[in-house]
């Protein structure tokens, strides 16, 4: 008998039910494939999104959610997914070429610079890539001795430390705190902020897959936060921020330590150290944690281009703007931000 045959669809109200059944089934679905992204990055950013779907016989077989970024200091984009550091197609082989098809006829209609596939794996060695960016993954082991023992010694002298310095962990109900650190570091990093308002939105449309830890010092102060995302057996770490005297606290240290341990509690299986740039202080500090990295693989297909952008703080023309932005006073840097950072993804 004839296969039935493949149909291409966009998400619709009524599909978001299935269309997540499916990303927490798919073995090569990812947290940043669930539709809640759909309306964050539609609401919080203003862009327009596409979130396409392959079907069989009334069944989603494959996903690839797709935004599009207009920005005139950085271009015009259909990526997969912005704000996301993993995407493009998850699920049949023989969806990924109808899929692809429609991502570009869809590309050349928006009339896009470039289409992004931020793949995990290669999918077409011959396309375009961006080597810059790996991902950080390991085993959560069953208990907390064997976990710590797994730190190699020094970040695990660091982990100790922490301890001896009475630092303690709590889940936090909203991202105040976070925010807070969260914007400081940036700032200091000389880049801008995400919005506070982006930040409430993940907390209220993951609800418990969505939570803030932060860690306090002996006074109660907040010297370090994490948010992060919880995914089928995975925990992933994904935004932070942290004050000046964090570092001689060793509180980032134990902020990840603290985020694995309670992940082992709640039986977690994976730590997803999340994407770092090659040759970065964050690349650096992964691997020191006994983390080992993997290549992403973000193809490419240019359209009004002839290399692949790099819309990133590596990039040496954004070394003045990046200089002039640590000067900026935090409340005028929060004002700002977003209005950059939401055309960056």
């Known amino acids: 008998m004839d296969r039935p045959p493949l149909l291409v669809k966009q998400l619709g109200e009524a599909d978001r039910v299935r269309w997540d059944a499916f990303v927490r089934a798919c073995p090569d679905a990812t947290f940043f494939h669930l539709s809640a992204w759909r309306d964050i990055i539609r609401d919080v950013f203003r862009h327009r999104t596409f979130f396409l779907f392959a079907e069989r016989a009334g069944e989603i077989v494959a996903v690839l959610p797709l935004a599009e970024v207009n920005s005139r200091l950085f271009g015009h984009a259909l990526t997969s ?88 962990s709590e889940i936090d109900a909203d991202v105040e705190r976070f ?107 992964k691997k020191n944690w006994g983390f080992e990295p993997t290549p992403l693989s973000y193809e490419y297909r240019l359209y009004k281009r002839d290399a692949v952008p790099q819309n990133n703080p590596m990039n040496p023309k954004y070394r003045a703007f990046i200089a002039l932005w640590r000067r900026l006073p935090l409340r005028v840097a929060n004002a700002l931000g977003p209005h950059i950072v939401r055309n960056l993804g």
């Not at 049949?92 to 896009?112: F, I, K, N, Y």
């Not at 993954?137 to 310095?165: C, G, T």
């Not at 770490?237 to 985020?259: H, I, M, T």
């Open 81 to 168: 997914l912005p704000f996301c550091v993993y995407g493009g197609i998850a699920g049949a082989a023989d969806a990924v070429a109808p899929l692809e098809a429609e991502a570009e006829a869809l590309a050349r209609r928006l009339g896009v610079q470039h289409l992004e596939f931020r793949n995990l794996g290669v999918r077409h060695a011959d396309w375009p890539r961006q080597d810059l960016y790996v991902t950080f993954r390991k085993e959560i082991l069953p208990d907390d001795e064997a976990n710590l023992l797994a730190i190699p010694r020094k970040q695990r002298a660091m982990v100790r430390k922490a301890i001896r310095n009475g630092l303690a």
């Open 179 to 285: 925010f807070a650190l969260y914007a400081g570091n940036v700032l200091r990093h000389g880049t801008p902020a995400l919005p506070k308002a982006f930040f409430e939105r993940l907390m209220q449309a993951f609800g418990g897959d969505c939570e803030v830890l932060t860690v306090t010092d002996t006074d109660g102060t907040a010297v370090s936060s994490v948010l992060s995302f919880y995914f089928r057996d995975e925990v992933l770490p994904y935004y932070a921020g942290d004050a000046v005297v964090a570092r001689d606290l060793a509180a980032n240290d134990f902020k990840y330590w603290e985020l694995m341990r309670r992940a082992c509690a709640r039986g977690y299986r994976l730590f997803d150290f999340g994407r770092s740039k090659v040759g970065t202080g964050p690349y650096g500090f």
